[in-house]
Nanobody, 118 residues
Framework: QVQLVESGGGLVEPGGSLGLSCVAS????????MSWYRQAPGKERELVAS???????NYGDSVQGRFTIFRDNIKDTLYLQMNSLKREDTAMYYC????????????WGRGTQVTVSS
């Protein structure tokens, strides 16, 4: 059974840091490109960061320089380190996996809530 389980969300003050994790199971993690998306109330889901199977990372403009995505293919886990958090980073954060050759193999986690507030 394919599963993506996010954790690490919570309440943090502006300027603070938070680290998210996404544990994968039920599929060959190393051959999947992985991404973090987020969705705030009333807004569309947006790409936060992605990382290819060979470790190349890309970031959305709004998080460039503040967030870092990385993966551990031994632990089958995706991470997102978020620094210098802003109120506008408040959203539900979702983990996504897409097979490097078969885009139809596309999986989502249930999300973890990040709230940036004083």
């Amino acid at each position: 059974q394919v599963q993506l389980v996010e954790s690490g969300g919570g309440l943090v003050e502006p300027g603070g840091s938070l680290g998210l994790s996404c544990v994968a199971s039920g599929f060959a993690f190393s051959v999947y490109a992985m991404s973090w998306y987020r969705q705030a109330p009333g807004k569309e889901r947006e790409l936060v960061a992605s990382i290819t199977t060979d470790g190349t990372a890309n970031y959305g403009d709004s998080v460039q320089g503040r967030f870092t995505i990385f993966r551990d293919n031994i632990k089958d886990t995706l991470y997102l380190q978020m620094n210098s958090l802003k109120r506008e980073d408040t959203a539900m954060y979702y983990c996504n996996a897409v097979h490097k050759w078969l885009a139809a193999r596309n999986y989502w986690g249930r999300g973890t809530q990040v709230t940036v507030s004083s």
